[in-house]
């Protein structure tokens, strides 16, 4: 059997799926994920597709557990955990693979994931003020401000993307 393992960073899970089904229809599956560590075994191209989804708990706690039980029975494979985010991927030949079937389950997503980069942004602008305010070596605090300004971006990016779905709800909701 061969296999393939790739180090890759992403922030956006969206063009993470993307990279993922661009691999699968290479014929290129996903068998473990680790902090940017992708490992893939070669199969038939578009055997499967790829989904991501940032849970609402750990994958160990019991409304993960019922969650997962539902995704199996619908034919959906657990890939790999990494915190709260799953990889999940299912036979292309069931038809299209979707994990929302409305938009307000879209925006509940997406706004977990607000919460998460506002959390990692408060996080590290209060290590920022806290070295600073112990004279720490200033390359510590210049790695946590630099960490800081970089999730300001990925949290204004996901914000607008809220904005846009919450509009976007609006109109079907005034054309209904």
Known sequence: MKTKTVYRVYVDYEKEEKWLNKMAAQGWFLEQFKLGRYEFRRGNPNEYTYRIELLEELPNSPKSDAYFELL???????????????YLKRRTEEGPFQLYSDIDSKIR????????YSFVLYLNLFVTFLNIANDAVPFIWILNFTVSVLFIVFVVKQYRKLVKLKEKRQLVERDV
């Not at 955990?81 to 799953?86: A, L, P, V």
């Not at 997503?109 to 998460?116: A, D, G, P």
Request: glycine share 4%; no cysteine.
């Open 72 to 86: 199996e029975e619908m034919g959906i494979t657990i890939v790999a955990t990494s915190y709260r985010w799953i």
């Open 109 to 116: 997503h997406e706004k977990r994931i607000y919460q998460l």
